[in-house]
């Protein structure tokens, strides 16, 4: 049987850029600006304030794991007070040294490995839109250990490393989003997959693309009643049965497009479309271009 999360994350096609050490000691403060890409950090020892926009301010002891899908801009400080220092995210990205906040001698007061990565697809708000700004757990061992294998094999440079970073990525992100569950996130995948009932019926579109799916179909395969799989998908997911289907659909068709992965007609095929001409048509409709336009222009 499918595994949509996994489905999704490999469509992302995740990929890490960088990832340094970080400390702070003293009165310190920094302010980053946005920066978009997805960011992480984990907390070796130490402890320190983390305010992110969009979320409650948070206090990272040693032994928390921090994820934030898309880095709004956030304010990371010690516990005395001190006016915030500014810094660009995207100056500051290709910078490989460690950094240090505050005062440079001695000691750190808390010392954190962090980093951040991209998504080769453009289709990144699949995942991002259904998660909240900031992700924070306590007692992280797992994740704790995985950034760390990261922070080891970015600085080594060795033979594979790319494919390496890469899956730690991709296991750093479910370990994540595996605990962002039910009524922890916002409508989408991942709060559906919470619902066994929903979760059979997404499973068998994810297997099954191409099949031409019913409402009814699915809800028997949800053991739901037609009306009441209908609402509770749409409510629990944010978009109908046959929009969640559509979109999927989609985001296949546009990652073979982009990876020129067969002529249109068996593209179109592979994701459930009868012919060349109707699959244009809805891509056409849904992307708001022809699908020979998006194949040349990714």
């Not at 916002?186 to 031409?212: F, K």
């Not at 019913?214 to 749409?234: G, H, M, N, P, Q």
């Not at 990652?255 to 109707?278: C, K, Q, T």
Request: hydrophobic share 45%; glycine share 10%.
């Amino acid at each position: 049987m499918s595994d949509p999360l996994s489905d999704l994350i490999a469509l992302l096609r995740p990929r890490t850029v960088f990832s340094k050490g970080i400390s702070g000691a003293g009165n310190w403060s920094v302010r980053y600006g946005d920066f978009g890409h997805p960011g992480f950090c984990t907390v070796i020892e130490g402890r320190c304030r983390l305010a992110v926009d969009g979320a409650e301010a948070v206090t990272l002891d040693a032994g928390d794991f921090v994820f934030l899908p898309a880095t709004p801009g956030f304010t990371m400080s010690g516990f005395e007070p001190a006016d915030p220092v500014f810094i660009d995210p995207h100056a500051a990205a290709g910078i490989a040294q460690n950094i240090r906040h505050g005062r440079q001698e001695g000691d750190a007061d808390v010392r954190m490995l962090g980093g951040y990565f991209v998504f080769d697809s453009p289709d990144a708000d699949l995942l991002v839109s259904q998660l909240p700004a900031l992700i924070h757990l306590r007692g992280a061992e797992r994740l704790t250990t995985l950034v760390q294998l990261v922070r080891e094999e970015a600085g080594a440079e060795r033979p594979g490393c790319d494919l390496i970073l890469s899956r730690l990525v991709e296991v750093l992100i479910v370990e994540a989003l595996r605990s962002v569950e039910g009524n922890d996130a916002p409508p989408g995948l991942l709060r559906a997959l919470s619902d066994p009932r929903l979760a059979a019926a997404i499973r068998h579109i994810h297997e099954e693309p191409a099949h031409p799916w019913t409402v009814a179909e699915l809800a028997k395969e949800a053991a739901l009643s037609r009306s009441a799989f209908f609402d509770r998908f749409a409510r629990t997911v944010g978009v109908s049965p046959m929009e969640y289907l559509q979109g999927w659909r989609m985001s296949l068709a546009k990652d073979l497009l982009r990876r020129n992965a067969g002529g249109l007609a068996e593209i179109a095929e592979r994701v459930g479309y009868g012919s060349a001409s109707a699959f244009s048509t809805a891509f056409t409709r849904h992307v708001g271009m022809p699908p020979k336009r998006y194949a040349m222009a990714a």
